[in-house]
């Protein structure tokens, strides 16, 4: 027997227990009982607007994200998790977003060929960014795209479903959340305005931080984007694209203001809004949050009609938005909504176990009806099986005692309740009382 096998020496080896990677999450009930609820909110609205679900691989081509995403971008140069295959050496990606995946799919499957898509899509994505609260490197978005739609009144839709789901949601629209909205112009007057914005960076060098240097031939844009405060001034007054639109783009960001002035939705037009991705055109949005700190932007997008081209399919236009999960579970969190929590109905209490055979086609008739049944297993005495369904947030205890089942009864303990009076309900006619149980549930 080697050293390693021998029985004393495992015992005395304490494995180290191995630990998540740094700013990817875990979540357990109750809080993931608040994701299941929030997807659930989002699924439903998408319904009612028509748009349908599409999901697509986690891992896409690193070429993907640098051709889609552009390469002069912080999540292209910096954040990107990116990787080699051992098998075959294939460069890959952990997507940083969900966009590229969709219209790869899109264009891959033709299909765009029967007429425009609205399409959804939740899941993570992984950038390797600083953790901190509302910032994590493996996030989740709900991602929206509307494929193959030139007109303004599209852009108007994507945005008019975002403030309905904060509505759904209890979020007060202009005050916990609200609309900033740029125009992004077409190509040419993005270059009238490139060649006005270097003029004005190459006068004020002395202030350009290293990335503003860096930017500023190769995407001057973004130097707008800066987060810096010692750039802030001069930064204001640079040349504005919103000054270089021509009269197409003007009216369709026009088009989308009277259509959101007619909904009574509120905006700020904000000039500097340029969004961290390359491939946006003429409409930019973001819903930005005053109680998030500076992870204050919960939802962003924009135009795209040169993305689908660009990665190789029939040109076509696109709108979309990406919406941070995580941002938006913190902020309604703060604003004490959403306090789902996933807890049973009832928690069957079952002190004598011979007599499963009578409990089980009760608590399976209870579930049919559509009543979320937890059953106590493991046996134990009368109070420790109480603790458990106190603990388990159950509204009631279904009680299954010896009294009770001679009489052919179990009795309905109500947990939440102070003073409330148990109540006895006949085994034989389930579908007569399961009700009872739920109406709480919905009170
Ligand atoms: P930020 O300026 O905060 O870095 P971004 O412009 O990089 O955001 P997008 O690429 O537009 O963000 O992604 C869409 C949404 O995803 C954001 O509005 C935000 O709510 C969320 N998000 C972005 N990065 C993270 C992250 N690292 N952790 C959690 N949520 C994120
Ligand atoms: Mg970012």
Redo the contacts with the bound molecule.
């Keep these: 027997m080697s050293e390693n096998n021998k029985p004393d020496a495992t015992r005395a080896a304490k494995l180290e227990p191995l630990r998540g990677v740094k700013?990817m999450n875990d979540s357990f009930a109750p809080e993931s009982a608040r994701w299941e609820w929030l997807e659930g909110q989002m699924r439903g609205l998408l319904a009612a607007y028509g748009y349908r679900n599409a999901r697509t691989p986690i891992v896409e081509p690193t070429q993907l994200f640098v051709r889609g995403i552009g390469e002069v971008t912080?999540?292209v140069e910096k954040?990107m998790y990116t990787f080699t295959d051992k098998l075959n050496g294939d460069q890959l990606a952990l997507r940083?977003?969900i966009t590229a995946g969709l219209v790869r799919a899109v264009i891959e499957h033709n299909a765009l060929y029967d007429g425009p898509l609205r399409l959804w899509s939740i899941g993570p994505?992984f950038?390797h960014?600083r953790?901190q609260k509302?910032?994590?490197?493996q996030?989740?978005?709900l991602d929206v795209e509307a494929m193959g739609f030139a007109g303004p009144d599209i852009d108007a839709e994507l945005i008019l479903l975002t403030r309905a789901l904060w509505k759904r949601l209890g979020l007060k629209e202009g005050e916990d959340i609200r609309l900033e909205l740029n125009s992004l112009g077409e190509p040419a007057e993005r270059a009238a305005h490139r060649a006005a914005l270097i003029a004005y960076l190459e006068q004020h060098q002395a202030l350009l931080d290293e990335d503003a240097k860096r930017r500023l031939y190769t995407n001057p844009l973004r130097v707008l984007d800066t987060?810096n405060p010692a750039m802030q001034a001069m930064v204001e007054g640079a040349p504005k694209l919103l000054d270089f639109l021509g009269e197409d783009s003007r009216a369709h960001l026009q088009a989308i203001c009277t259509v959101l002035d007619a909904a009574g939705l509120a905006y700020t037009i904000n000039p500097r809004l340029v969004?961290?991705?390359d491939y946006y055109n003429r409409t930019v949005f973001?819903?930005v949050t005053p109680h998030l700190g500076?992870?204050?932007?919960?939802?962003?997008?924009g135009r795209y009609d040169g993305l689908i081209a660009q990665l190789g399919g029939k040109p076509a236009p696109a709108v979309g938005?990406?919406?941070?999960?995580?941002?938006?579970l913190l902020l309604l969190e703060a604003l004490g909504l959403n306090t789902a929590d996933g807890a049973p109905d009832a928690y069957a209490v079952i002190p004598d176990a011979t007599q499963l055979p009578r409990i089980l086609p009760v608590l399976e008739a209870l579930r049919e009806q559509g009543v979320a049944v937890q059953m106590h297993a493991g046996g134990g005495s009368f109070k420790s099986q109480f603790k458990k369904a106190d603990a388990s947030g159950a509204r009631y205890a279904l009680v299954f005692g010896g009294d009770e089942l001679a009489r052919g009864e179990v009795a309905l303990k109500p947990l939440r309740e102070e003073g409330a009076a148990q109540v006895t309900r006949p085994l034989a006619d389930v579908g007569g009382w399961a009700q009872e149980l739920q109406n709480r549930r919905n009170a």
């Design positions: 700013g912080d999540i954040e940083p977003e994505v950038r960014e953790p509302g910032r994590y490197r996030f989740h978005q987060k969004r961290g991705l973001e819903w500076s992870q204050a932007t919960v939802c962003g997008g938005f990406g919406l941070g999960m995580e941002r938006l």
